[in-house]
């Protein structure tokens, strides 16, 4: 039905619907039944005289009734279905082609995207159609025609790409299929973003369908969010956030730092139709510079993510002048035009007070990254010694041209240069000053424009030599170089042949000057290998992937497709080169899913002629037996009536007792009903929890938690599943004040600070279940921000929180797990239990401690003595909570290796404590057993 989310499997039956008027005209001509009443002799000679009668109805209430019953029983017959599937109408016996969506902004609602395709494969396969699925993301995969089983497990084996997709180059091959397959019947499930290139692929499917019946699902999901184009500004870490379309929308961008750790989060708020805004966090700089990942606060996608490395560091820069400072006119020195330049993306030092020499020895004492030394001629030998070291070490050297510098002689140039100058007018004169050639493609500068108002009138001449060109960064008109550097050891040497200032030339004052400096800092930090090149910028390092974001936005490792890159990588992700951390873990090179000026907008379809269907994540919903009840109880109750006006007392009906009584008529069924209800809730509960072993966690009201605990407590059912003999059930959430505890051999408690204390109803059947020989595994998810408090005891506010559960239960004495305990052994080898954090300490019941050495050191008492209660700090749940597509949920907090490894096999090692008790505790006497059987 148009604008209500029902349809009818039988929508013609719903001409029945006219027949109610007769119904209601037959209804009301037909009498009631006669009452019967005893017959009176003598009351008829008080009637002889004739009178005009009128025959009774039945009364129009009742009428109503039974219409409103027949009413319900032709809808029934309709088959209507509330949301149901929408899609492709199954009038063809031709095959079923779905086109889909798979790069980054289809992540955030793969899952309903998936249930779209499957129930479109699902129909197919039910009218025995065949079936070929096309990721656009894969222009060489195979097309092929399948059946729908075999299609049903293909499409759950895609996964979202972390990169823009290139719809477009796969038309050659959806060409080449359509060909051979004929007629077929075709589904494109779109994202509704355009990255680029969109229109080109639509008009390229429209006609490359040509007649084919075509169905475009499209809204019904919220618009994919993005970031881009992050920067480190002087005042604060501002980044773009992106979108399609849409209404008014806020929301939260947070910034983590390389461990997974939060640093700060900034809001972000969209105007309606606006497609970007900014969130800034407005953090000291010492914290920005250690951000390296933005994400935006729920929204899964790697499009969703910018990830940050060096370059987006504000870098320390000293500037030393050689040139005698000018108060009077301080706008028109070097080191304006420096500072004014460096200022966007760095952290500016001036050396304005005592001679160049002392500030250079302040700055290399200071470790600056990188030095700017404009005319700065003579330096002493010390001086460049200590520099030299400096630069081998990674430091940066820029050096501008003046009439200090081109009458100098040391080595801390890139090339060799003549003494005096080359000026228009001069020696080496020109005829009219010179422009700026382009910049070579190979060149640190690649890429950047060419002013055509800068000009150069004078300039430092290098001597030539066979290894100039290689050196050379940037030229002029004529050839001669305008900028040449090289790389020594880790760092480099760079210099501008004109002046800092306005003298020699006006490129101070354009914008390629400053993009110039920003590509030179942003070449700090990264090693090169050193080569010829014709930019002579040395051949950049080639890194290898470390870390790499899947399409929804979760670091994993590198797949076999991703290929190494050049270390000065700049451009946005792609199919060889997914985004992620490359090279060395201590200075890696992040690449993004987007690029810092890409932006996204909405796909228009409009030239592709077919049906158009929205997503829907509902369930369809049968309505026919809610209908056929109440049209049965619509019955029942006219029944009823009907007998109660039958017996002659009608009148009762027109009073409030009638009402009443009809009242309890609709709502006794419903009382009894909801009392059947709970009870079948209780014996299902009981069945299911009886039926399979399975782990228990209790349900603390907070979402977040309770669904990381959830998606926890299935993770580790299918690793002991994966792992041991054990093959558990679904784990399950109780509340404590209402469930029945003990079937559950373990129950996990994850503290929520703040949380208010349970009903003591609650902590009375948590402290049966623990005497009855149940355990329940206390987890205060703070070991990162615990610090020891008075007398040595943590003071954070979930270990406060758990205090306050604990204070009403009769809890045994604790200790650290010993070395030599039972639990350290009953399925793995462990000396500890991490989980997302590896700092925080298990607690369990003291041991016994016998007289006699043997019994002091047994780790468990007699009777499968398991502890009723063991407590922990380092989030064991959040370590083993897994995503639908078998990826962690969350970080791992330092990410030692195989730290998620040794939490599952904690988790399995205390199920199979509280499955087994201590029937691996006389492993301690191994040592004992092992000697005897020496002897």
Request: with cysteine; aromatic share 6%.
């Amino acid at each position: 039905m148009a604008g209500l989310p029902l349809s009818f499997a039988e929508p013609m039956l719903l001409l029945g619907l006219l027949s109610l008027p007769v119904l209601w005209w037959v209804l009301r001509v037909m009498p009631p039944r006669p009452r019967r009443l005893e017959f009176p002799p003598t009351r008829l000679l008080f009637d002889i005289a004739p009178r005009e009668e009128t025959p009774a109805r039945t009364p129009w209430w009742l009428t109503a009734l039974r219409l409103m019953a027949a009413a319900l029983v032709i809808l029934a017959a309709a088959g209507p279905v509330w949301n149901p599937q929408t899609g492709l109408a199954a009038a063809t016996r031709a095959p079923l082609v779905i086109l889909l969506d798979d790069g980054w902004s289809a992540a955030s609602s793969w899952d309903i995207r998936i249930k779209a395709a499957d129930e479109l494969v699902a129909k197919a396969d039910n009218d025995r159609r065949g079936v070929a699925l096309i990721p656009l993301s894969e222009p060489a995969r195979d097309i092929t025609m399948m059946t729908g089983g075999t299609a049903r497990v293909t499409l759950r084996q895609f996964v979202p790409k972390p990169y823009s997709i290139e719809r477009v180059e796969t038309l050659p091959a959806i060409e080449r299929f359509l060909k051979a397959t004929g007629d077929c019947e075709i589904a494109w499930l779109s994202d509704g973003v355009d990255t680029g290139r969109g229109q080109e692929f639509v008009e390229g499917l429209t006609k490359t369908i040509a007649d084919r019946s075509l169905t475009i699902f499209e809204g019904g999901t919220p618009a994919p969010l993005a970031l881009a184009g992050a920067e480190n500004a002087a005042a604060n870490m501002a980044v773009k956030v992106l979108r399609r379309d849409g209404g008014a929308i806020a929301g939260v961008v947070r910034a983590l730092d390389q461990k997974g750790s939060p640093i700060g989060e900034a809001r972000y708020a969209f105007a309606p139709q606006l497609r970007e805004t900014e969130a800034a966090f407005d953090l000291p700089v010492e914290l920005r510079n250690d951000i390296a990942r933005l994400e935006i606060a729920g929204e899964r996608s790697a499009g969703a993510v910018q990830l940050l490395d060096k370059r987006w560091r504000r870098r320390a820069i000293g500037i030393v002048s050689g040139s005698t400072s000018d108060t009077a006119q301080p706008l028109l020195a070097s080191t304006f035009y420096l500072t004014r330049a460096l200022a966007p993306f760095a952290d500016v030092r001036l050396g304005d007070r005592g001679a160049p020499q002392q500030v250079i020895t302040q700055f290399l004492d200071q470790k600056l990254p990188m030095i700017v030394l404009a005319d700065v001629g003579t330096l002493s030998p010390e001086i460049r010694e200590r520099i030299s070291g400096w630069i081998a070490q990674g430091g940066v050297l820029v050096r501008f041209a003046g009439p200090h510098l081109a009458q100098a002689d040391d080595d801390l140039v890139p090339v060799k240069l003549r003494h005096g100058g080359r000026s228009l007018g001069g020696s080496l004169t020109w005829e009219k000053p010179q422009h700026l050639a382009a910049f070579t493609a190979e060149g640190p500068f690649s890429g950047l424009g060419v002013p055509k108002d800068v000009t150069v009138t004078r300039q430092v001449l290098a001597e030539p030599d066979s290894v100039l060109a290689t050196k050379t960064w940037a030229t002029l008109e004529d050839g001669t170089p305008l900028v040449t550097g090289e790389h020594r050891g880790k760092g480099i040497v760079s210099l501008f042949h004109v002046s800092a200032d306005m003298r020699w030339s006006d490129l101070p004052m354009s914008g390629t000057f400053v993009e110039m400096l920003r590509r030179i800092v942003d070449m700090s930090g990264y090693t090169s290998r050193p080569g010829a090149g014709v930019a002579g910028e040395a051949t950049a390092e080639m890194v290898a992937p470390l870390h790499t974001l899947d399409g929804f936005g979760a670091f994993g490792p590198p797949p076999s497709t991703a290929k190494p890159l050049q270390a000065d990588f700049r451009d946005r992700a792609t199919p060889d080169h997914p985004p992620g951390f490359y090279g060395p873990a201590d200075g890696p090179l992040a690449v993004n899913t987007l690029a810092a000026a890409d932006r996204i907008a909405p796909i228009d379809t409009s030239p592709l002629r077919g049906q158009r269907a929205s997503y829907s994540n509902a369930e369809p919903r049968d309505l026919r037996g809610m209908l056929l009840s109440g049209s049965l109880a619509l019955f029942l109750i006219d029944a009823t009536i009907v007998a109660l006006l039958g017996v002659g007392i009608a009148s009762l009906l027109r009073r409030r007792t009638a009402a009443a009584a009809l009242a309890f008529v609709l709502i006794a069924p419903g009382i009894l009903a909801t009392s059947r209800q709970a009870r079948a809730e209780n014996d299902d509960f009981a069945i299911k929890a009886t039926s399979q072993t399975r782990l228990a966690y209790v349900v603390t009201g907070n979402a977040d938690v309770d669904s990381i605990v959830q998606a926890g407590m299935a993770g580790l059912t299918l690793f002991l599943a994966q792992r041991t003999a054990l093959e558990t059930g679904d784990p399950v959430g109780v509340d404590p004040a209402h469930d029945e505890l003990a079937f559950f051999p373990l129950i996990y408690w994850p503290v929520v600070p703040g949380a208010a204390k349970p009903p003591q109803d609650a902590i009375n059947r948590i402290d049966a279940y623990m005497k009855q020989g149940g355990t329940v595994l206390f987890d205060t998810r703070d070991a990162i921000e615990a610090a020891p408090g008075d007398g040595g005891a943590a003071q954070t506010p979930a270990m406060l929180a758990l205090r306050n559960i604990l204070s009403s239960l009769e809890v045994p004495e604790l200790e650290p797990v010993p070395r030599e305990h039972v639990l350290t052994k009953t399925f793995y080898l462990l000396r500890d239990f991490p989980g997302r954090f590896v700092s925080g300490q298990t607690w369990v019941e003291v041991l016994p401690r016998g007289e006699e050495e043997e019994d002091a050191s047994r780790p468990a008492r007699g009777g499968d003595g398991v502890s009723p209660i063991i407590i922990t700090s380092n989030d064991l749940a959040g370590a083993w909570a897994i995503r639908p597509d078998g990826q962690p949920m969350l970080p791992l907090t330092p990410g030692e290796p195989r730290q998620r490894e040794f939490a599952f096999r904690s988790g399995v090692n205390v199920v199979m404590y509280t499955l087994t008790g201590n029937y691996k505790a006389d492993l301690v006497h191994a040592p004992a057993l092992i000697e005897r059987l020496g002897q």
